[in-house]
């Protein structure tokens, strides 16, 4: 996919004065900073950090389709959620680059850090899975597939690949199970990099064929959890076959321009289709509005864009993992879970628990969605060591009860 980059001039956060480095913005004086157009075209390692931070408790009307409020005001403990601002602002917790919070539907807060810009696409890692899950939900609200079919043999899609090529038990992948990345295929890291970077023809299903060749065979006892690159990919391409144009354009028209995304990118795969374990880049706010689209059962504007009940499936325990499984639990986070490419948790607050859901990406990308409380909450980073599901429960949660 190209860059449909919005070009502006970068615009430098002036802190007021005070005891620290944190900036308040509560008027329309200051504009978040900006990416301007030459730095927009470096890699993202070598972007400038901001010199201070931004932080406005009190975010601008952008005209982009995301309803406004004021933290305090309308929702949230506007001391709580500063403090962390300033704790993250004084890297105390990781390299942040965003943070924004909704509330009830409005962005209350917003704030920007380091390599973070409002206008600048922060690359999404492996919560492009989670974009993706909610693409194959645009596909069933059109009646391109049916939820009958996220149990068919997956391969009854993809009929250009030749049968004789299957590895034993491929029949029995469904789209429900790569979904849940429970396809039973095994194929590491560095063979799909090697496979990717040596073998010919890999366009459109015969990168899936090439896949097939490699992978140990497939019986119900492997189709267990396994999280990693082969499972996207085959659910990838029977996007592309169902919808009319293509994955590409059906990403883009059917579930990006219907909440008005148009400053993004995303990376093409080597069989020529959007990738689909990571790959893609949005801003903080388009972030924002694919978490209020999820969190509101799939409606937006007063528009079903996907059905309910695909997002229920998606975004609730499907399969149920371990507490030393999964890297995010900590003393207040416990019980993870996967649905359709999106994590689930419950947060402890004091005696109350909270269920999660949240699509994740490598490196400090997240989209929190906390039903009872009517939250939604973005992350970017770029320290994969930031613990921020346990920061989301000790200093987030305990500010919106």
Not at 360 to 377: A, H, K, R, S, T
Request: proline share 4%.
């Amino acid at each position: 996919m190209k860059w449909n980059f919005k070009l502006h001039m970068l615009v430098t956060a002036t802190l007021l004065a005070g005891c620290s480095n944190l900036a308040i913005f509560d008027d329309k004086r200051v504009a978040a900073p900006e990416i301007s157009a030459a730095s927009a075209q470096l890699p993202f390692r070598e972007l400038p950090t901001l010199k201070k931070a931004y932080i406005s408790a009190k975010p601008a009307n952008r005209g982009d389709q995301i309803s406004i409020g004021e933290l305090g005001k309308d929702g949230g403990n506007r001391d709580m959620v500063l403090t962390l601002a300033h704790e993250i602002a004084h890297n105390q917790h990781g390299k942040f680059d965003s943070l924004l919070i909704a509330h009830k539907n409005k962005l209350l807060f917003e704030s920007y850090y380091l390599r973070g810009r409002v206008n600048l696409p922060h690359f999404q890692a492996s919560a492009t899975k989670g974009w993706l899950s909610l693409a194959v939900g645009r596909a069933i609200q059109l009646g391109y597939l049916t939820m009958e079919d996220l149990h068919k043999p997956l391969f009854e899609f993809l009929k250009q690949i030749d049968r004789a090529s299957y590895v034993e038990g491929a029949e029995i992948i469904t789209l429900d199970k790569a979904l849940s990345m429970r396809s039973g295929m095994s194929i590491s890291r560095d063979q799909i990099e090697e496979i990717e970077q040596k073998a010919k023809n890999q366009q459109g299903q015969n990168h899936i064929k090439t896949l097939l060749e490699v992978s140990p065979a497939i019986s119900p006892e492997t189709q267990t959890f396994n999280y990693q690159r082969v499972d996207p990919k085959l659910v990838m391409q029977v996007l592309e076959v169902v919808t009319p144009k293509g994955a590409e354009h059906f990403i883009k028209t059917e579930l990006l321009d219907k909440l008005g995304i148009t400053n993004y990118r995303w990376n093409d795969d080597v069989s020529g289709l959007p990738m689909a374990p990571f790959g893609s880049y949005m801003t903080s706010r388009d972030m924002l509005k694919l978490g209020i689209l999820t969190s509101n059962n799939g409606k937006w504007d007063g528009e079903q864009l996907l059905p309910e009940k695909y997002i229920k499936k998606a975004t609730n325990r499907i399969v149920h993992r371990g507490e030393g499984d999964i890297f995010f639990t900590d003393k207040n986070v416990t019980k993870p879970g996967y649905g359709y490419y999106w994590w689930q948790a419950d947060m402890q607050v004091d005696d109350k628990t909270y269920f999660t859901t949240s699509a994740q990406g490598g490196g400090g990308q997240y989209v929190i969605l906390v039903g009872e409380l009517d939250l939604v909450i973005v992350f970017t980073a770029h320290d994969r060591d930031a613990n921020t599901m346990q920061l989301t429960a000790e200093k987030l949660l305990p500010a919106f009860r």
